[in-house]
């Protein structure tokens, strides 16, 4: 069965440093990753997204995914954060098997940006 | 207008009263899902739905019904609430295979 699990479910950085939001999978197939992004009061929309097409996975926003099988991780990362980067993000598989459709959750990283 | 659309927003409802969160999406997918949203959990799936005849009980069901009235409509409910029901809830839709979900704004439930 596949799972996810998200590194810290709270990240602080200072306004222009580095995001880095850890995402580890669990799949016996090849996975399809995604990373989602929740404002406050608001639903989920997505970031980017992962189907073995390329690695490396540019999104929305100036974020970026490296998939690294190796590693089964699916790191999200920015180069330099923003105020309105503060939200929860949401790092997500496909299921498989008699699932096949869903999509299985991580737990969520609340990001904070001090100014 | 929104492609995917929950109603209502927010609701706020006694234990043991029985509710109903509709869903509607405009975006023409055979696929809906209904998830729920706790601190700390994230979302877990609670019903899914591949077509109108097709309906599958998620990793938490219990407790919960859907009804999948047509392809743009797939509605949750709550036979009994109660207060550990209290959550946000969320409404997607998807194309058939590894593609992303989209979501709806989601319902803020709060059972008292």
């Known amino acids: 069965a596949q799972s996810v699990t998200q590194l810290g479910s709270h990240v602080s950085v200072s306004e222009g440093a580095l995001v880095l939001l850890r995402c580890n999978y669990s799949?016996?197939?090849?996975?399809?990753l995604f990373w989602y992004v929740q404002y406050p009061n608001q639903g989920l929309q997505l970031l980017l997204k992962y189907t073995s097409a390329a690695t490396l996975v540019k999104g929305i926003n100036g974020f970026e995914a490296e998939f690294k099988k190796s590693e089964t991780s699916f790191h999200l990362t920015k180069p330099s954060a923003h105020m309105s980067d503060a939200a929860e993000y949401f790092c997500?598989?496909?299921?498989?098997?008699?699932?096949?459709?869903?999509?299985?959750f991580g737990k969520g990283t609340k990001l904070s940006v001090k100014p | 207008d929104a492609d995917v659309t929950q109603t209502p927003r927010n609701r706020i409802t006694k234990t043991g009263k029985r509710i109903m969160l509709e869903c509607s999406q405009t975006k023409g997918h055979d696929r809906m899902y209904w998830y729920r949203q706790d601190p700390g959990l994230g979302l877990r799936l609670i019903y899914y739905?591949?077509?109108?005849?097709?309906?599958n009980k998620g990793e938490i069901s219990d407790g919960y019904s859907v009804s999948r009235q047509a392809q743009a409509k797939f509605s949750l409910s709550l036979e009994s609430a109660i207060p550990n029901q209290t959550a946000l809830y969320f409404c997607a839709t998807s194309y058939p295979g590894n593609t992303e979900a989209f979501f709806g704004q989601g319902t803020r439930l709060t059972v008292v």
């Open positions: 739905s591949f077509d109108v005849k097709d309906i």
């Open positions: 997500a598989v496909r299921g498989s098997g008699g699932s096949q459709g869903n999509l299985i």
């Open positions: 799949s016996s197939v090849p996975p399809y």
